[in-house]
C-alpha cells in the first residue's frame, strides 16, 4: 500500500529548545496514530543562519573565532538539554567550518558557492542532534541528507549569486522518491530545509527563510495529503502580529491569497512554497509549535469565497528602486525591451514597475535577487547605455491584500486618506486583483502599516474567516475590574435560574435602575422617550414607567402594549415615530394625542386630511449615518429614514397649505456610537433647519444611538463629554426642549441569555460547542455581526484553554452566536452566559425552525441571593 505522507516543517525556534522538541515528539506520534507517514524537514537554530551569514565576513576581517564560538554554544547547549553528547555528534560540522573560515581568512575572499556550503551546516547541524533526540525518544528516525531529494532546476543567468543563494529546485511527482522513502524501515524521516543540490552536486540555498520551500518541494514530489508549517505563530494574520498586536488570525486562505501575502513580505510563508502545494492542491496548515492546540491557518483550495475583501496588510522592508529617466527615448520602438534584457542579463528579477512619459521606476527585492552594492554598481553602470539610472532606497513596499481589491477602491478611499503624510514613490496595483502596493521610505512604513490596520481592521468582528486577534491570545488578561457585571454576583442564582428555565433571556432591575442613574448625569436632556423596540417586556417598561421616562413606539401595536400595562399613562409621554406607516396608523396615534413624528412628505401629499390642522415632529436625515454595522446607521443616503434636508422648502409649503404645525424636529443616526459630540451635531443641523424654515418648533429630538462598550475593560460612552457637548449647543440655542430617545442604552447590559451546551464538535481543526438556542433567540450576531461577550458560567473562574465557535442548533451557516471565543474546557450540560443581550435579543426572537426561542425572566433587585424571585413571562405567540 503507498504511504499517506504528510510533511512537517519546523524553523528556528521550534527546533531551538528541547520543551519544543518534546512538542515536536508529541507532533510526530499524533501523525503516526493518524496513519500518516511523516517526513519532518528542520531549519537551523534560531539566529544560527544569521551568524553563519556573518562568519566568513568576519573571518576575513580576523574576527571569526568570536562568531564560530557563537554558533558551537546554543548547540552543545540544546544538546546538554536533550542528553545528547553534541560535541561528538556535530565535530565533524564544527571542524569543517573552522577550516573553512581559516581559508577564507587566508584568501581574504568568499565566493558564493563558499557562503551556501557555510550556511548548509546550520540545518545540518539541527537536524543532526533531532534524529538523535527523536531516535532516544523511542521514535524510530532516519536523518536524511535533503541533498539526494532536492536538486535545482538549472538556471542559466549570470548572477552566480542568486544561484547558489536563492536557487528554484522542480518538484513534479516523483515516483522513484517515493518508492525509496516508502522502503525505508524508519517511523519518521528527518531532513533539512533551506538546502539542495545543483547539477554538479555542489551545495546551494534556496533563498532565506526557504526552508518552507523545501517542505513544500518534498510535499509535492511525494503527492502528501498535507504540509505542516510549524512555526512561531500560530497562524498568518492581518497583518504581522508581532508589530500589530490588533492584527487578527486568517482562519482560510486560498493558495493566491496566501500567494500575495508572502510574495508581498508576510515572512511567516517563504513566497516560493505555495507553488509546488497549489500544483497538487495540498492543504498547507501554519502551526504554532508553542500553542499546537490553537486552530492557525488552513490554506487549501476549500478556502470559502467572501467576495471582495482586504485580508490583509504586508511590508516588505530593504527594498530598492532603480527610477529610470528616457527623456527622448520613451518613444522609441524596445526601449523598454532594451532595459528589461539589462535585468535579465543581471539574473534580477523584478517585482513593481510604475512608467509614465519620461521615466521608468521598477523596485527589486535584494534578498530575493542576491543583489549586493557591487551587483547594483554593476546594474546601474550596464542602464545607463540607455537612460540615466539612479537606485533609491532603502524603501518599503506597503501593500493591501485581498480578493477583487479593486471592487473595493471606494470602501478603502477613507483609509487612503493617511497617505497624506507619507511621500508615495510608486503606487502599483497586481494585474491579479489581489494587491493594491505602495512604496515608500523604509522608516515610514511601519507606522502606515499600523495606520492603515487601524482603519481597515479595527472595528471588525471574529467570524468564519477572522479568527482572534494576537491581543486576544496572548496579551495578559487584565486583572477582574471592580466594576464586575451583575452577572458575576448572581452567579449562583442564573445558574439556577437556568436549571430550571433554560434556555432563558434573564434581566437584572439593578443594572436598569444604574443605567438609567447615569443618563440623569446628562442634564442637558430635557426629556428621555425610551425606545421600547430594545426590550419591551412589561417589567423592565414599569421600571422606566416609574421613573417617570416617556416612550417611543414605532407600531400600534407597542403602542396597544404600553396602553395595557399603564391605562393612564399621559399622552404627552408618548413619541410615535412610524416608517412607512399606513394612514390608519396616524389616524390612530392622532386621536390618542401623542406626539407623532413623520418621515416622508409624500404622506401630506397623499392623505392632507388627515393631518390638516395637526402638530408634528418631522424626521430629517442629516445626510451621514454612524454606527458600528451598515444595517444600523439610519442615516445618509442608502437609509430609507428620514427626509433630505433639500426637501424642507417643500415640506414648508406643504405645511402652510395644511396648517400643519411643525412643533419638532427629529434626527437618529445610527445605534452604538461611542463619539460624544454626535448629540450635539444632531442638535445644532436641527437648530439651523428650524431657523431656517420652522419657526414653530420646540423640541429637537436628537434621537438614541448611545453606545455600550462591548468588552471588559473598554471605554465606553462617555457621558459627560456629551452633556457638555449639548451644554454649549443649548447655552447658544436656549429656546429649545431636547429630547433623548435612548434604547439599547438603557437595556443592554441589564439582560443575558442562558443556554446550556448539548454537543461540542472538532472538525478539520475547527472547535464547535452547541448550545440549545441560537439565532432563533439572539439574532444579532447573524443579522448585525454583533459581538456579545460568552462566558461559561458554570466556570466562570476556569482559566480559558481552547478556542471555539459557539453555535446553535438552527438549520443555517450564520448560526453563531460567537466565534473565535477563548473559554475554558467546556462540557455538555454547561451553562454559557451570552452577555449583554438586554437589548434587541428577546424582541427580535422568531420561531424558525419550530424551535421555541429563550423564555425572559425578570431578576428584581431585592431577590435574596439564595431564593430568587422573578417574574417569568413566555413569549407572546
Ligand atoms: P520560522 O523560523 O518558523 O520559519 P519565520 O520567522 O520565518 O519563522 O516566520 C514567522 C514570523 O513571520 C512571525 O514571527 C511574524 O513575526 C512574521 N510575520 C510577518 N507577517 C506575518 C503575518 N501576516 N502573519 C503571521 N506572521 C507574520
Ligand atoms: N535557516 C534558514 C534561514 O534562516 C532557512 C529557514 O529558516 O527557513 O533563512
Ligand atoms: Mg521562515
Known amino acids: ?33 493518524e496513519g500518516l507517514r511523516p517526513v519532518v524537514v528542520c531549519s537551523a537554530l534560531s539566529g544560527i543562519s544569521n551568524a553563519l551569514e556573518r562568519l566568513l565576513r568576519e573571518a576575513i576581517a580576523g574576527r571569526g573565532a568570536e562568531v564560530l564560538a557563537s554558533i558551537r554554544q546554543p548547540h552543545l547547549a540544546l544538546g546538554q538539554a536533550m542528553a545528547l553528547d553534541a560535541e561528538a555528534l556535530l565535530q565533524p560540522y564544527f571542524e569543517e567550518l573552522e577550516r573553512i573560515a581559516l581559508g577564507a581568512s587566508l584568501l581574504g575572499e568568499a565566493t558564493p558557492r563558499l557562503q551556501a556550503r557555510v550556511m548548509a551546516m546550520g540545518e545540518l547541524m539541527a537536524t543532526t542532534l533531532g534524529a538523535a533526540y527523536l531516535n532516544r525518544m523511542g521514535l524510530r528516525t532516519r536523518w536524511w541528507d535533503v541533498r539526494e531529494l532536492l536538486e535545482t532546476v538549472e538556471e542559466t543567468h549570470a548572477n552566480e549569486a542568486r544561484r547558489y543563494l536563492s536557487a528554484t529546485c522542480a518538484y513534479g511527482p516523483d515516483p522513484s522518491l517515493q518508492e525509496r522513502m516508502a522502503a525505508e524501515p524508519s517511523d519518521v524521516i528527518l531532513t533539512q530545509g533551506f538546502i539542495a543540490r545543483n547539477r554538479r552536486g555542489e551545495t546551494v540555498l534556496l533563498g532565506r527563510g526557504g526552508s518552507d520551500t523545501s517542505a513544500a518541494y518534498l510535499a509535492a514530489k511525494l503527492q502528501a495529503q498535507r504540509l505542516e508549517i510549524w512555526t512561531d505563530v500560530p497562524g498568518m494574520f492581518t497583518a504581522n502580529p508581532r508589530q500589530i498586536p490588533s492584527a487578527r488570525l486568517l482562519r482560510h486562505l486560498d493558495y493566491d491569497e496566501a500567494q500575495e501575502l508572502a510574495t508581498t513580505g508576510a515572512k511567516v510563508l517563504h513566497p516560493r512554497c505555495l507553488e509546488p502545494v497549489r500544483a497538487y492542491r495540498i492543504p498547507l496548515h501554519v502551526k504554532s509549535t508553542d500553542h499546537p492546540e490553537l486552530e492557525g491557518t488552513i490554506v487549501s483550495a476549500e478556502a470559502p469565497d467572501v467576495g471582495p475583501r482586504v485580508k490583509a496588510i504586508s511590508c516588505k522592508t530593504g527594498i530598492t528602486l532603480v527610477s529610470m529617466d528616457t527623456v527622448g527615448m520613451w518613444q522609441q520602438v524596445g526601449f523598454l525591451a532594451d532595459v528589461f534584457a539589462v535585468f535579465k542579463r543581471h539574473g534580477l528579477s523584478i517585482d513593481l514597475v510604475a512608467t509614465s512619459e519620461t521615466n521608468v521606476t521598477v523596485s527589486l527585492d535584494p534578498q530575493a535577487n542576491a543583489l549586493g552594492p557591487a551587483q547594483l554598481e554593476a546594474l546601474l553602470e550596464a542602464l545607463s547605455a540607455y537612460c540615466q539610472a539612479r537606485a533609491i532606497g532603502p524603501c518599503a513596499v506597503v501593500s493591501l491584500v485581498g480578493r477583487h481589491i479593486r471592487a473595493l477602491l471606494d470602501e478603502l478611499a477613507p483609509a487612503f486618506e493617511v497617505f497624506g503624510e507619507h511621500r508615495i514613490y510608486l503606487i502599483s496595483q497586481a494585474a491579479s486583483d489581489l494587491n493594491f502596493s505602495f512604496v515608500v521610505d523604509e522608516d515610514q512604513a511601519e507606522r502606515l502599516v499600523r495606520r492603515l490596520h487601524a482603519e481597515l481592521f479595527g472595528r471588525l468582528e471574529a467570524d468564519a474567516l477572522f479568527g482572534p486577534t494576537w491581543r486576544e491570545l496572548f496579551a495578559p488578561k487584565p486583572p477582574v475590574t471592580p466594576a464586575q457585571p451583575w452577572w458575576h454576583r448572581r452567579q449562583k442564582e442564573l445558574l439556577e435560574v437556568a436549571r430550571q428555565h433554560a434556555p432563558c433571556y434573564v434581566y437584572d432591575e439593578g443594572t436598569l435602575s444604574a443605567q438609567l442613574e447615569a443618563l440623569r448625569t446628562v442634564r442637558a436632556i430635557d426629556r428621555v422617550f425610551y425606545a421600547l423596540k430594545a426590550n419591551d417586556h412589561p417589567e423592565v417598561l414599569r421600571v422606566f414607567y416609574e421613573a417617570g421616562l416617556g416612550f417611543e413606539c414605532v407600531s400600534p401595536g407597542e ?15 408618548v413619541l410615535f415615530t412610524p416608517n412607512f406607516a399606513a394612514a390608519e396608523e396616524y389616524q390612530e396615534a392622532f386621536a390618542q394625542g401623542i406626539f407623532v413624528t413623520l418621515d416622508n412628505l409624500q404622506a401630506l401629499e397623499a392623505w392632507p386630511e388627515l393631518f390638516r390642522g395637526r402638530s408634528v415632529l418631522v424626521r430629517f436625515d442629516p445626510g451621514r449615518g454612524a454606527g458600528h454595522h451598515r444595517y444600523v446607521r439610519t442615516a445618509g443616503a442608502q437609509s430609507k429614514f428620514g427626509i433630505a434636508p433639500a426637501d424642507a422648502e417643500r415640506l414648508c409649503t406643504l405645511a402652510n397649505q395644511l396648517q400643519l404645525h411643525i412643533i419638532g424636529l427629529h434626527a437618529h443616526v445610527g445605534s452604538g456610537i461611542l463619539q460624544p459630540e454626535t448629540w450635539a451635531e444632531t442638535a445644532l443641523f436641527l437648530a439651523e433647519l428650524a431657523e431656517a424654515y420652522f419657526p414653530e418648533v420646540r423640541y429637537l429630538d436628537v434621537g438614541g444611538g448611545l453606545g455600550v462598550a462591548d468588552r471588559t475593560g ?12 449639548l451644554e454649549r449647543f443649548k447655552a447658544a440655542h436656549p429656546r429649545y426642549e431636547l429630547w433623548l430617545e435612548p434604547g ?44 456579545h461577550e460568552i462566558v461559561n458560567l458554570s466556570r466562570l473562574d476556569a482559566p480559558a484553554t481552547q478556542t471555539v465557535d459557539v453555535v446553535g442548533p438552527i438549520c443555517e451557516t450564520g448560526d453563531v452566536l460567537g466565534y473565535s471565543r477563548r473559554l475554558p474546557d467546556t462540557q455538555p450540560g454547561d451553562v454559557l452566559l451570552i452577555a449583554q443581550a438586554g437589548a434587541y435579543g428577546a424582541v427580535m426572537q422568531s420561531h424558525y425552525n419550530r424551535r421555541q426561542p429563550a423564555r425572559e425572566i425578570f431578576l428584581s433587585a431585592t431577590a435574596a441571593p439564595s431564593t430568587p424571585t422573578f417574574t417569568q413571562t413566555t413569549v407572546a405567540s
Open 1 to 33: 500500500m503507498t504511504p499517506r505522507w504528510v510533511v512537517l516543517k519546523f524553523g528556528g525556534t521550534s527546533v531551538s529548545t528541547l520543551t519544543r522538541w518534546e512538542t515536536i515528539a508529541r507532533i510526530i506520534q499524533d501523525r503516526l496514530a
Open 559 to 573: 403602542l396597544k402594549h404600553l396602553r395595557q400595562l399603564f391605562p393612564t399613562l399621559a399622552p404627552e409621554r
Open 714 to 725: 473598554v471605554p465606553g460612552l462617555d457621558l459627560e463629554a456629551v452633556e457638555s457637548h
Open 744 to 787: 439599547r442604552f438603557l437595556v443592554a447590559d441589564a439582560g443575558v441569555l442562558l443556554a446550556r451546551v448539548t454537543q461540542i464538535k472538532t472538525k478539520n481543526g475547527a472547535r464547535y460547542i452547541g448550545l440549545e438556542t441560537g439565532m432563533n433567540s439572539l439574532i444579532r450576531p447573524t443579522l448585525y455581526g454583533a459581538y
